[in-house]
C-alpha cells in the first residue's frame, strides 16, 4: 500500500520550529546530535527540518517534541541503555512542555529487558498530604489553590528507574532539560495556547508568559531561569534534596498560604512513591500477547470477536466505524466495573465473544468521557533491543494545575480524594498505552498524552493489525473521539460523508472537526522480524520520530 498521507499537511495543527540557544548563555556539554530525517512521502514534501516517520536498524526514539526526541538520542550515543534515553526525554519535556508537564507532577514508564525478557512498570504517582481530608470535589475553588498541592511524585519515579534500570551517571540525565530551561527554546504552538489558561495567573508566571505584558508566541524564545537552578540543584544533590531542601520549603510554605496541610514530614517520605513492579503478557490477540490495562486488552478482544478485519478501514466503511464507537463505549463503560477481583474476567478472549452480540446489537448507552491528562508521550528502543515506552504527567484535567510555581516549577493539584489516595486520576482498567508482544519480544508499542489516551492508541494499533495498513497509513486515517460533557463524539471530518450519513441514522450525536488532539496524539513504534524498526509521531501536533 502507499504511504500517502490522507490528508495534507496543513490539516495538521501547526508544529515547532526545533532548538534554539541565547548567545552568552552558560554552556553545558549536551548538544543537539545531527540526524537526518526521512519523509516516507519523498524529501521534496519535506518544508522543515524534523519529520513524523523514521525507519533504522539499531535505535529508534518518538516523542512528543524535537528537543526530547533529539535528547534521548543524545543519550543513546552516550552510551545510555533505553531507560536512560526515556529519563533524558522526559526531564527534558518537563522543560519545553512545562505544565504539560512537570517534575513536580506524577511519572510513569514501562521497561522491556531484552536480556531478561522482563516487563517493569515504574511509577511516581502524586502523594497526599496526611493531615488532608481532600474532600473537596473535581473542579472546585479548593483545587485551584495551594490546599490541593500534592507531593510530587515524578522525581522519585527518576530516581527509583535510574537506580534500577540505568547506566548513565544521574548528573547527566539533567543535562539537555538544564540547557534548554537555562538557554532557552522556540515554544511550541501547543505550549503557547495551553498557557492561555492559567499559566499566569500569578506574577511569577506572568514574567514568563507575559514579558513587558506582551503575551510569548509560538517560535519565542522562553527562558526559565528559576526551574534551570532547580534542576541543577537536583542533578548536584540528588533526588533528595528536592524533597528535603529549599525547594520543599518553599512548596510547603506555598501550600500554607492557602491553607494547605502538606508538611516537610510528608515531602521527606518522598522515596515511597517511587515503585517497580514486573508486569506479565495477557490475552492473545491475532497472535499477539498484550501488555496494557486489563480493559486496553478487552478492546484489543473486541476487535477480533466481532471480526473487525472483515469490514475494513473506518474511513469509507459505516460498519467498521460504528463496531469500532460500540467497542469503545463498552469498554469506557466497563471502567466502573473493573477491579483486581475482575481483570482476569476482562482480559479473557471468551468474555469478549460472550459479549459481543450484546456489544454489537444493544440500544446506544449514554457515554460521556471527560478524563483528560495532560502529559507526554515517548517511545524508546535502543541498539540492544531494551524498550521504554509510557507517559509523565502533569496528571490534572488542565495544563498547568492550578498555575502556580514554586522554584520555575508548575504544581500539579489534588482532583479529590480518590485521586491522591486511590487508584489515581485515570479512569480503572485504561492505560495509556498498548504494547503488543510477539514471542517474548516488542512487536507494536502505541500510547497517546491526554483525552485520547484509549481510542487514539487503539485505533491506530488495530488498523495496523486488522487491516495491514502501513505506520504511517495507520497514522494517517481519520480518527473519532469519545462523547464529552455535550454528548457528541468528535469526527475527524475526513470521514467519507456515507460514514456520516450511517452515524446519524442510527442515532450517535457527532461534532465534525479538523485533525487535533481530541482524537488522540498517537506515538507508535514498529518491529518486525527483519530487524527493522519504524517510529511515527502524529502529525495533528509538534512530534518527532528519530531512527538510526
Known sequence: MSSKPEFSRRDFIGRCAGFACLAGAPSFAYSTPRVQPQDPAGPKRMSRPQDHHAEGKNIAVTTTSK??????????????????????AALAQTVVEHGLTSVAGGFSMKYFDAATGIISSVLGPLGPAEAESYD???????TQTGRAMPVPGFLSGVHSAHQRFGTLEWQALFEPAIKHAIEGFKVSPLVVSAARSKAARFENGKALWLPDGKPLRAGDILIQSQLGATLQGVASDGAASFYTGEFAREYVRRSKADN?????????GWQALGTIRENQLEGNYRGYQVSSGGLNTYALHLAEALDLKSTGPARSNPE????QYRIMEEVLLSS???SKATHKRFTSAKHARDRAKFVLESPLRKLSFDQIFNTCFLVVRDKAG?????????????????GILVGGVYAAHAMNREHVRGAGGSAPGLSTSIALFKEGRPHLIAGSPGFGFVHGPWQYLTAIVEW????????????FGLPRKDGKAYCERHFDKKVFDMLAKRGIPIAEGQPSAFTGLVGALVADSSGKVQVVQDGRQDGYARAE
Open 260 to 268: 494547605g496541610r502538606i508538611t516537610r514530614k510528608d515531602m521527606a
Open 320 to 323: 467498521s466505524m460504528f463496531r
Open 336 to 338: 466502573g466495573d473493573y
Open 386 to 402: 531494551n524498550c521504554a515506552w509510557g507517559t509523565h504527567s502533569i496528571n490534572t484535567p488542565t495544563a498547568f494545575g492550578a
Open 67 to 88: 528537543q526530547a526526541s533529539d535528547a534521548a538520542l543524545w543519550a543513546l550515543h552516550k552510551g545510555g541503555n533505553a531507560a536512560d534515553a526515556y529519563l533524558v
Open 136 to 142: 473537596f470535589k473535581r473542579g472546585s475553588p479548593e
Open 468 to 479: 495491514g495498513l502501513t505506520p504511517t497509513e495507520a497514522m494517517n486515517q481519520p480518527r
